[in-house]
């Protein structure tokens, strides 16, 4: 430290001032007030850097959007050559925007949410030759540990954070360990991240708007007390907006000019060539320091868990919807042309929705800001169901089909074959049975009601892998199957498990009979699994049959509540379904408590599968400056100790809760997940009021016991529990695949799991995209075959740009992963 500070007190010192303006959507102004400010500041600054064009280097005008969303206003609402002026200026290192949509809180964001949002500077690029090497995170007092991997497979090599120290829990912000740092992933990747602590408020070094007060921020990088923390000649000052929706001026420019003297130089910085700078001088030495700081302001979305739940289901649902999309638009290649418009606008929502002002606490009215998000997630939903819809109605008519008895397909969108149940909507209840086309051979099926309407439900056996297989009906009752578990009162049993349920619902008793009739459940502070907390209620058999059996709960103390446990034939899952039918204004949380002793907990965060631990107890979460309450779970958390284990898979919820852990206190001794159900975590003053009038809320969980842990095995499970089988009518129409069955895709290696797959976001005459995810904490080499066979590869970033040619070895992509690597490909077809 001590050679470190000489060194900067001998060099020539740099000040890098960047402009902004602090993007507070839907907080400081409404979506036509923040547009009009976007057009505005960017006439402003464009017409500023022609006027300085003739200045010095130093002093010429700069801008620093916080957000690719206001590209997307000013090519919605300017001309083409306009908007090709701006372009330019991004080119020409004037005018800087990062990769996500506006300034997010992505805590508890699905990876594919996180990439998705950052499609369209995606697009950009292809089309104007421009880059984006910065993705930003700032005024939330946190950040999860996978964030930088996404940032950086999508391109992003530079990150700076600057946070508002308000409305936080977050301690000692005022001391971070380090000033600044290549913030590393599990996948090795990094993003060097200037993330200074905050010496006095969110307007000066360390905050959100650095350089709100420029001439002081610059005397105040000369003071002992900053040279001693940051000990580096390049400094960066970044932000001037604050909390101000217009910020126009040129501050920064004169400042730069009287600031500047033979000690030091002062530049209008694009934030970009502050990172070149200090890489270039200081980047070999730096540390990479790799943690997760848990959540804050992302948690206030759970005060609309509903509208939360209904983005996590259209993006899990997109899986299933983009890989029929692929197969159907390999066929009729102008599928997706009269929907480019909606798609492109429902990938930014994806980024748009984790706006980070859900504290709801600005100008803009609270039931403005929920009807928003509200917006928000509708587009997305509403694009999905779509191209749902329509795929697999076209699937339908692709595949060829024989005879006169109904069939129907049944889709696989992951990459392995498995075993599951499917549903097919039918009109009644006639006896019939059900044929494996395949095989020739009867499958359990049995009709099962579902909101009111009725299906067809069998034991789809081995669907192949991104594939399907062809069923048909036929009339009368067929050979008989037993049921596929028991009920004696409330124990409901299969070859697997032997469960007892309360009347409201909760698990108070999971027996495995495969461990030598081993308990799993541990009553912990009052509560079991399942248990949201209620009292009385009453149990009903519901849809028992030869592939599933449900025992539904009913109760109504202290929330309306019906609860389904549902065992499947020959399966190790239980299904949990929860149905709360009412509004509510507390927080409340489900308790999964289990019977394991010295619990190690991990879960899938954002991009990455992390342990709740801190980094000296061997994981993931920082020792300081971090919260410990809330964690996200994403597809999965598992809870293993001993040899043995629980995974919960999570459809519909955002974070959980470990024991009795505070936003200080880390309590990894207790066997105990408490699921948040929704809230206002922090208070009345944060969030949504009363959950925004919602009144009911979808919440479905899974579990399996396994022996050790296993990071596969537990993220295969919950793909399957949430990503069900498709179904629909063969019609044969245009007959294109196979009668009987067909697999698209495989992979050699089962930690290779599939992730997407979806047609090119440039047409189908570019390819077909595919991401892929190692689970493996090793490398892995591994074999991706489709069928047509492959004729050539691209290595792509994640958001679709070609980075270098990949191997194609006869007809197959051949490729490696470092350990926790998810890599994107496109691939042209025969």
């Known amino acids: 430290m001590i050679l470190l500070i000489a060194q900067g007190g001998m060099a020539e010192k740099r000040i890098y001032l960047a402009p902004d303006d602090h993007t507070d959507y839907m907080w400081r102004g409404d979506e036509a007030e923040y547009e009009n400010a976007f057009l505005a500041m960017t006439d402003y600054y464009l017409n500023q850097m022609d006027a300085t064009q003739g200045n010095p280097a130093p002093y010429q005008a700069k801008w620093n959007a916080d957000g690719s969303f206001w590209l997307w206003v000013y090519q919605k609402n300017r001309t083409d050559a306009q908007f090709k002026r701006l372009i330019n200026r991004i080119k020409g290192g004037h005018f800087s925007v990062p990769l996500n949509a506006l300034v997010l809180s992505n805590g508890g964001t699905p990876a594919e949410a996180v990439l998705r949002g950052m499609y369209y500077p995606g697009l950009l690029q292809r089309t104007y030759d421009v880059d984006f090497s910065l993705a930003v995170a700032m005024e939330n007092q946190t950040l999860p540990y996978g964030l930088s991997s996404l940032w950086a497979g999508s391109g992003a090599k530079y990150s700076w954070k600057g946070v508002c120290n308000c409305a936080s829990h977050v301690p000692h912000l005022s001391n971070r360990d380090r000033e600044i740092y290549y913030m590393g992933g599990r996948d090795g990747s990094r993003i060097l991240m200037k993330w200074n602590s905050i010496f006095l408020d969110h307007r000066s070094i360390g905050g959100y708007a650095e350089g709100r007060f420029p001439s002081e921020a610059i005397n105040f990088v000369d003071t002992d007390s900053f040279k001693l923390a940051y000990p580096f000649p390049i400094v960066g000052i970044f932000g001037k907006g604050e909390d101000d929706l217009k910020t126009m001026d040129n501050h920064f420019i004169t400042t730069a000019k009287q600031y500047t003297n033979s000690n030091r130089k002062v530049i209008v910085s694009n934030q970009l060539d502050f990172f070149k700078d200090f890489e270039a001088n200081h980047g070999a030495g730096l540390e990479t320091f790799a943690a997760s700081y848990g959540n804050e302001w992302e948690l206030y979305s759970a005060s609309m868990s509903e509208v939360s739940a209904r983005v996590k289901r259209a993006l899990e649902k997109l899986r299933s919807a983009d890989a029929m999309a692929t197969l159907v638009a390999l066929n009729n290649p102008a599928f997706m042309d009269s929907r480019i418009e909606a798609r492109d606008k429902a990938m930014l929502n994806f980024g748009l929705y984790f706006e980070h002002n859900w504290t709801a606490d600005g100008k803009v009215l609270r039931s403005a800001r929920a009807d928003w998000q509200r917006k928000i997630q509708g587009e997305i939903t509403a694009y999905v169901d779509t191209l749902y819809s329509d795929a697999k109605k076209q699937l339908g008519a692709m595949i060829a089909r024989s005879g006169a008895n109904r069939r129907f397909y049944v889709f696989n969108s992951l990459s392995w074959p498995r075993t599951d149940y499917a549903d097919f909507p039918v ?194 979460y920082a020792p300081r400056n971090a919260r410990y309450d809330w964690l996200t779970i994403n597809h999965f958390a598992d809870v293993s100790g001993g040899g043995v284990g629980v995974t919960l898979s999570n459809a519909d919820a955002y974070y959980m809760k470990l024991g009795n852990s505070t936003p200080k206190i880390f309590d990894t001794a207790t066997p105990q997940l408490n699921i948040l159900a929704g809230g206002q975590v922090d208070g009345p003053n944060l969030g949504i009021p009363d959950q925004g009038g919602d009144s009911r809320f979808l919440q479905r969980f899974a579990l399996q016991t396994h022996d050790a842990f296993n990071q596969t095995s537990a993220m295969k499970f919950s793909l399957e529990h949430q990503n069900p089988f498709v179904t629909h009518a063969v019609t044969g129409m245009n007959p294109s695949y196979d009668a009987n069955n067909f697999s698209f895709l495989t992979i050699s290696d089962p930690d290779v799991l599939l992730w997407t797959l979806k047609p090119a976001e440039d047409g189908i005459n570019h390819g077909v995209v595919t991401r892929v995810w190692n689970q493996a904490n090793t490398a892995k080499n591994y074999t991706l075959s489709l069928a047509p066979e492959i004729l050539a590869a691209a290595r792509t970033t994640h958001i679709e740009t070609d980075i270098d040619a990949a191997s194609v070895v006869d007809g197959n992509l051949s490729a490696s992963l470092v350990a926790n690597q998810i890599q994107t490909h496109r691939l042209q077809l025969q």
């Open 427 to 620: 009109a009644n209840k006639d006896l019939a049975h059900v044929i494996d086309v395949t095989t020739g051979e009867q499958v359990p099926s049995q009709h099962v009601v579902i909101n009111g309407k009725t299906r067809l439900r069998i034991l789809a056996s081995d669907i192949p892998s991104v594939g399907y297989k062809v069923y048909e009906i036929r009339n009368g009752a067929g050979n008989s199957f037993t049921n596929a578990a028991t009920v004696n009162g409330n124990i409901i049993e299969n070859d697997f498990y032997r469960i007892k349920v309360s009347n409201s619902g909760a698990i108070t008793s999971l027996i495995d009979k495969k461990r030598g009739n081993r308990e799993f459940v541990r009553t912990i502070s009052g509560r079991t699994i399942n248990d949201l907390g209620g009292l009385g209620g009453s149990l009903t058999v519901e849809n028992a049959g030869p592939v599933s059996v449900t025992l539904r709960a009913n109760s109504m103390n202290p929330y309306t509540l019906a609860s389904r446990i549902t065992l499947i034939r020959g399966s190790n899952r239980i299904e949990i379904q929860n149905n709360i039918m009412q509004n509510f204004s507390d927080t409340l949380t489900w308790g999964y408590s289990f019977n394991i002793n010295s619990p190690n907990v991990w879960h899938e965060e954002v991009g990455a599968v992390i342990r709740a631990k801190r980094l000296a107890d061997g994981g993931h």
